[in-house]
Nanobody
Framework: QVQLVESGGGLVQAGSSLRISCAAS????????MAWFRQAPVKEREFVAG????????YSRDSVKGRFTVSMDNAKNTVELQMNSLEPEDTAVYYC?????????????????WGQGTQVTVSS
């Protein structure tokens, strides 16, 4: 049984940093790509960043500004998202997701497994 469990969310001030983590069980990173999505109130869920077992990374247009970094620890079966220079617009529930395959996809419907989400709130 596949489980994705996010942790590390919270309330921070604008300009701060936060690292969120996803612990994966029941799947092998060598057969799945992992990604972070986020969903703000009354908005659609959107892709933030993704990573493959081979180390390939894809970022959304927002996080590609250099503020967010996605990483994978194969030994611990965890995926992390380091978020720097946080802005109030980053406030959302952040979800970890897994899609079968070798190349990161940004499409929500490609992802087979989802975590329950972790809330990130950035105050101005």
């Amino acid at each position: 049984q596949v489980q994705l469990v996010e942790s590390g969310g919270g309330l921070v001030q604008a300009g701060s940093s936060l690292r969120i983590s996803c612990a994966a069980s029941g799947l092998s990173f060598s057969r799945y790509v992992m990604a972070w999505f986020r969903q703000a109130p009354v908005k659609e869920r959107e892709f933030v960043a993704g990573i493959s077992w081979s180390g390939g990374r894809v970022y959304s247009r927002d996080s590609v500004k250099g503020r967010f970094t996605v990483s994978m620890d194969n030994a611990k079966n965890t995926v992390e998202l380091q978020m720097n220079s946080l802005e109030p617009e980053d406030t959302a529930v952040y979800y970890c997701a897994a899609a079968p395959g070798m190349f990161v996809t940004t499409r929500t419907y490609d992802y087979q497994y989802w975590g329950q989400g972790t809330q990130v709130t950035v105050s101005s």
